[in-house]
């Protein structure tokens, strides 16, 4: 049986694919990445936890053996910058193909291809 | 440096020095210094090759082991490659218009030494591949298309040696002839004694396959001769004496290698028919169907360099029945036909290239008369197409008789109808060559042609002595073959060849020869100055005449063949492979404009269906 | 109501600062302390231009007396529009009698004009919906009168007689 | 497009059985630590920082950290390289409300000092150089909101990102001028400064430095963002 | 359990139960207009319960202290602040973004006013 | 010299980058000539890596921070990231010189800072010995190189960027799934620790967690079909850009696919990876020789072309044996420099004649010799004639496929060959023999780049052995594994 | 903590009837007006969990995300207002 955070992770991640596979909107494309990252981070973090341990900040009476693995914690840290600045980017991409194509639409931005 | 070095790199060398100085003279004198050095180090090293056997070196380079071997055979056909080699490049000097022709011409003749003399199928590929490119760019800025069937399938033959090679090098981990030999020898004994061999039945046959395919588009095999005719007659000339004469026997070469190396093994694995090796007998029979199919369609050109592309695709059939064959005595005849081949069709190619190159001129109704006014060439045709011709004594004769000897004392009807049909054939696009350049009445626009220019003249020369020489004294050939198999095939002394069954006396017959050839010469100077009639007005026995059937000796000569033999003319393997690349074309267009197909919507599901192969794989 | 001297002004601005990072801290370590009011100073310097024009004026007492007083009114108000909320919600006849209405304030400043949006936003039944000059738009969600004094009545006036003193 | 979705959901459904299936083998909840136990057991005494997250982001995995910063600052170059015009201007049709615009005049102050106190604390409490950053970025963003004609100091802001970036390596390089390796913390290991402060302000080594370097760097490059994308091209 | 945990408790319930309100009224109202009515106030207070109940809860534990208490304010005041200003924002989008006014609704004084404008500056043009 | 002082590798490129917003006030060239300045650094720094790791034998661990692996994250910088790194510094430096005349497009300045962080990203990639790392690394060039592609800020350079985006973000999210199942599973990031326990991984974990990582890589690493983003990339970025992706940004991540394949190989579904990994790299060939093979637009084509040669890369990979891994290293560097000529050389083409579609290629030979004479001398070689270095490595490509008994795999892969020789024979025809045209004033400079790496092409084709040797011992560094993990100095933490 | 069953339930149903309201719309600005209450919510969560683990640390956390939060429904509503 996997626990509900796992499966909430999958659940987004799953989520955000499918955003990326029907959306026809470029923009809600994007929002389909960001829920698929979102759900990484959760299953990230997911993995990191530890029943009945707290977070790992060694003050207010919490010892080395009452708190949770701090590594994945500060991995979310890290992959949730490198998402916001993947989005950052792909916004700003966004906007120059809005300029140049006057859509959004996945369809119509294909002057590249074969 | 090693000897066996300056021959094979002799050429190459002096090729890229001539082309990169590009100056007039110096790149002429360099390269017909880079073809004659190899020649006379071939020369040099005979005596050691006597005494020893071999001379041989080994090279780690790349983080392989190369060897290089000089024997009785590689030796045999290195000559022909120094010989002819050289005759080609004296007519090079001639007709070369450009430095990177002497680049190309010489690095392909390295490639040719490389193949003959490296003793590993590694070295022996990789010389393969320069040579085939070097001769390539010669083609390439004649005709795209041409140069384009002749790339793809050297391309083709090429890949097909290297997954070979490959296969052969897995099982046996060494590219060394010895090693591979060794393994296939111990293979077939294995196999023999009812052990599991080391390569199973399929794998021999995929390497003969392979090596069929190789040797065959090089050699000009039907029906992967479809390059040849194109690429022969669609380049420098003088450079074709060179392509036809030497470098398709580099695909008669890597034959012979057949045998050398794996041969044992594919006579266990799939026997004889009669006395010949099953295997032998697909490269006997595509060779005798090269015969006819290069002779029938040399007579229908009409154009003097087709004729002989497709004449020398029909001489290359012979050899290949020979070897097919596969007793000694038919390799040796194949060998001897190799070189006379060489001799005569190098010698051919260059009278051609003198022709065209005095009168600009391709095409047979543009021609005739030119005896009068080229004698030297003409003399020089005389030998050739005697010698082609297979009539004694020249050096085409005793070869032709000792493949079709070594044929029919195998007991194979078909094959030696093949043959003689080959010759027949033969005697008919000669008479053409004949008639309609030399003979007849002379075009006006053709009244100032000089003769050949003296390093065409020389290189002609050369190669018209050794057709008369080996023709009068065959033995002299035949002895030096007979070392290759270290024991007496062919019997006989220097002017006599003693198979048994048959002999052949060349010393005799010139003395016949000559008679004849006196008589000749009166006839031909009488017709000269007797026929005076316009050029359109011949053989019509007062019929109407329109152009199309206005049959001259110089056009459309053999037209009613032509409609005679419409159906079978029809299939072109020529145009099938033709189809064969636009399919390929037309299936990548359609592929790439599908999954290239510019939405990144669909390129996302490409990626999730991986993901979903990956999920239900389990991997 | 002119604007304060510059140095009133970030005076006034590390003031505040300092005071919220004592309440965000809540520690009177001496580290805590010393770089509280470092970054107080170095934030200030940044921001007084616009956080503040009144500068030091605004801690005069009467108005912190006003504000203090404002706080139990506010909250008792918004405490009744809870309940006025919960009662609306609740009811299963969902009794509402919707519109926007305008009104008139009669505040200056800035912030006394936030102070009130807001302080309407959060009470009986009525949300900002914009301000220009001193004309509220505002959505009622039971219009009792929809005249401009009328709504005045109703909505602002309340507020303003606390919110006149603080922020003037 | 019925037909496209259905696929589009049964493919997923099955990747998804599978990352599930693969999950079920790392349970949830338990213990799974080496590497992690051995940061929290050691965390104090070799970092001086109390927050175990924070000493293994800036600290033992203070590599993984420049890179982190340094794909923001790939992400601000990129967005002002491509929103790139040789003029620009705001060009937002309607301003905010004097209820928005004094409300973000007040919040300003309070929010960038917010966001100092958040990355000054970062070796002490959860946070520090990005979510600092990101709080003081958003009191620009809030100005942008609320102000038609408001622009940050582009030219200042740039300088500042570059030299915070500089700083970052510099830290780093000083360590291993120093200590021998890069991303040494020879504050906290070599000069020992503030070992007998852990849980308070001044300790945790060079953490609360890079932190200090993060959070203006974040907060500029995050401020450079917004202004990008809210400008439009104008005609000269 | 001090009586500061018991107020605490309390304000915490309180509060929760007017985020409860404020959900529900998101969904009972008809329009956006009286969505925002109903669940800006109701999240608002709400809030306030569970912060300040949450400073003053702690205080009555072991672990509490003062800073507790300051924090939750400091975030209470905050969303004091914030609360209205986003309501305002929304609905000025709202009314803005050209979504009509439910279909009870008595009077509409902004769009006269805005009309009003609109007639100016088209005069001013003139 | 301390060893440790490899760190400037990452550190170099880091702050010269940070440094530009601070000077390019002064202008436009000296941003120019800093990039420059930067990129000949580096290569010195390299090429002292280089020189210490192949004199020592022994590679150079660098520790981040003083912490020892598994705590700290090191940089693993043996025979392979030691000749890598270099041909990363080297292609740079001749791109930057490059760029001074092709990049025009403004903001310059932002250009030089994600070129230096694109070649940042490569090194790191190539050099980290952290899986997590290795993510952060290839998220850097990743992000670097969507706005590189964009750079040029036409319609068709956003569309390119915006599919690399969206391929790339999936890519690597499940990429990290892979690391999070990894790291849930064994408790440790650290490569060498990795190979260390993976055996004792979660069978099932280890084959998820293998397949997701590695199809995240493949991504990245153009495998058909996860490259469909990468030829219009290649299209519309700036000219130096595209021999940047085809010398070293995709060989990085064809790398990393290596290295955690061969870290992994005690992980029970290893094989059937492989297999799969083989069958898609098959395809990659086949799929990309077919796509170039009518195509119009040269760069376009070349760029297929370059796809085809990544799948042989991968293919040899894929094989599981020393032999193909040395083959595949091998072949990267000759494809490196190859490809480098091919795309500057075209990118010139492009920009001194308007344009890379094919009818600008007709009379080149007339108009611009020795750039035409640069493009034959690299379609030559990618075709694999002998005495030119694509040759060598081809060949030992197809023996060690072979030698493992995918012959189906090498025919394949030929037979696309035969394709390859096809549309490359076009081209070479197209600029010599068709069309004509006055001669036009090539430049000095960048003649001179490409005399020197034309002059490698023939070098290596005629004297493999150098390279090879080098080859075969980056190779080595990969496949053995056993060494990799008694090189690297894990502290007792969780073993 | 007497009560924490009780303040989950009632946070949780809160938290799915906003959720319905994201996604049922109808207008943006209904689902904006959603978000703005599920992060009002939030906040509180955040705090309700600092006194449940007893880590006073959680408020900080809690007023970045108010903080955070803010600026993006502001963000949100100046955007569909078309003033930005
Ligand atoms: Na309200
Ligand atoms: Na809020």
Redesign the interface.
Known sequence: MISVYYFGAIALILIGLYAILIKRNLLKILVGLSIMETGVNLLLISIGYVSGKSAPILSEGIGPSQAVDPIPQALVLTAIVIGVATTAMALSVAILIYEKYGTLNVEEIRRLRG | MNELFIIIFAPLVAGVIAWALDIKGIRELLGVAGAAVPLAYLIKLYPTIESDGMVNYTLNFAGFSFEFMLTHLSWVFAMIAGVVGLAAVLGIVSTAKKGYEWLFALMSLTGVYGVFIAYDLLGFFIFWEIMTFGSFMMVLKYNKAASLKYFVLSVIGAYAMLIAISIIYAKVGSFSFIEVYRAFSQDAALATVGSSPLFSRGEIALIFGLFLVAFGVKAGMFPLHVWAPDAYSETNQSYTAMFSGVLSKTGVYGFILIYMLIGYRLLYEFGTIRTVPKFGYIIAFLGGLTIIVGGILAALQEDIRKLFAYSSISQLGYILVGIGVGTALSIEASIYHAISHALFKGLFFLIVATIIYRTGKTEFKDMGGLAEKMPVTFAMAFVAILSLAGIPPMVGFASKWLIFESVISQNMPILGAMVFFGSAVGFVYLIRFTYAVWFGQRPTDLDDTKDAPLPLAIGMGILAVLNVVFGVAPGLVAQELNKIFGREVIGGTIWELNLGFGKYNGLLLTVWFVVGMLIAAIVYFMGAKVRKVPITDTYQSGNPVTMEYNLTIRRNFFLPLKEALSFWLRMSFDRFYKDVGKTVEDFAETMRNYVYNGNVQNYAWYLVIILLILAMWGV | MGEASRISRYLYTVIVLFAIWLFLTASLDPQELGFGLLLSLIVGAFTYEIFTTNGLANLHPKRIAYAIAYIPYFLWAMIMANLDVAYRVLHPKRPINPGIVECRTVLKSDVGKLSLANSITLTPGTITLDVKGDRYFIHWIDVKDDSIEGASKNITEPFEKFLKVIFG | MVVKRALAIITLLVIGYWLAVGLSQVPFGEDKMLIGQYYLNNVKDQTGAVNAVTAVVVNYRGFDTLGEVTVLFIASTGVGALLWKRKRKRTAKTEGSIVLTTGTRLLFPFVMLFGAYIFIHGHLTPGGGFPGGATVATAFLLLYLAYTAYEIPHRGFEVTEGLAGMGYVTVGLIGLAIGGYFLFDWIWQTWQFGTDNIGRLLSGGFIPIIYTIIGIKVGTELSGIIDNMVKEEVSE | MSALTIIGEVLVLLGTFFYFLSALGLIRMPDVYNRMQTSTKSATLGSLGVFVGVGIWALGTDYGSIAWLTKTVVIAVFLLLTNPISAHALIRAAYKSGIPLWEGSVVDKYKEHLEAEAKTEEGGEE | MNEQYAALLIALPLISAFFVPVFKGIGKNAVRYFLLLVTALQTGIAAWVFKEVYTTGQPIIVIAGGWKPPVGINLYIGHFAALFVLIIAVVSLVMAVFSISAVKTEPIDKYAMLFLLLMLGATGMIATGDIFNLFVFMEITAISAYALTAYNKTGEAAEASMKYIILGGIGSSFFLIGVALIYGSLGTLNMAQIAQLAATMNPTVAQVGLALIIFGLAVEAEIFPLNTWAPDAYQAAPHPITVMFSAFVVKAALYAMARLIYLMSDVGSWNSVLRMLIIMATLTVVVAELAALRQKNVKRMISYSSIAQVGLIALAFALGTQAGVDAGVFHMINHAVVKALLFLAVGYVAITIGGAEMENFKGLGKKMPWTAFAISIGAIATVGIPLFNVFWSKVRIILATIDVGYTWAAVLVLSASVVEAVYYFRLLHVIWFEGEGEKINESFVIGLMMLFLAALVVAIGVYPDYVWELARKAGEDIFNVTQYVKNVPLMGVGA | M??IN??LT??T??????M??VFRGP????R???V??MT??T??LM??F??Y????????????Y???A??G??????Y?????
């Open positions: 007497i009560g009780i303040y009632l946070i149903i809160a938290t799915l009837l906003s319905y309201r207008t943006t600005v209904d904006l007006v959603a703005d209450i009002t919510i906040t509180g705090v309700l600092a006194l683990y007893k880590r006073m640390i959680f408020l900080d956390v809690a007023l970045v108010a903080i955070l803010f600026g429904v502001i963000a949100f509503a100046r569909l207002e078309g003033g930005v």
